[in-house]
């Protein structure tokens, strides 16, 4: 899948959301990874990375996720997940515990307002 078709970024008046469409996986997760980091000013005040329609994400696209958001979060950037409470893989990111290092919220746009509120 192309970089178009597997992400695309939008920035709401300095709050970049990052929208991740289909699967995420070894063959992937480098240049995903890449695509998101160069779509990320500094000046941003924080990233919404958009997972509600990502359908598969394997070891290396969760590691993407927490190397993104370690990164940004030494910028002083604040970071959300977004992906519905429903969403199988809500499990899968229960079980590497990333609320522990990045906060999951329903929608793009909640996440959004929450980093506004935090800002």
């Known amino acids: 899948m192309s970089d ?3 992400l695309r970024t939008e920035d709401r008046d300095g709050v970049v959301v990052a929208h991740v469409t289909g699967e995420v996986d070894l063959a992937n997760a480098a ?3 890449r695509a ?3 779509a990320i000013p500094n000046d941003a005040v924080g990233v919404v990375i958009d997972l509600s ?3 598969y ?3 290396s696209g ?3 996720v927490f190397d993104l958001a370690e990164r940004l979060q030494a910028r002083q ?3 959300r997940v977004a992906l519905p409470e429903d969403a199988p893989l809500r499990r899968v990111l229960r079980v590497v515990n990333l609320e522990a290092v990045v906060p ?3 929608t793009a746009d909640a996440a959004e307002e929450e980093i506004r509120r935090e800002a």
Do not use: F, N, P
């Open 4 to 6: 178009e078709r597997l």
């Open 31 to 33: 240049r995903l990874g």
């Open 36 to 38: 998101l980091a160069s």
């Open 53 to 55: 329609s990502t359908t």
């Open 57 to 59: 994400l394997d070891s």
């Open 62 to 64: 969760v590691s993407l």
């Open 77 to 79: 950037q604040l970071v």
């Open 104 to 106: 999951i919220v329903v």
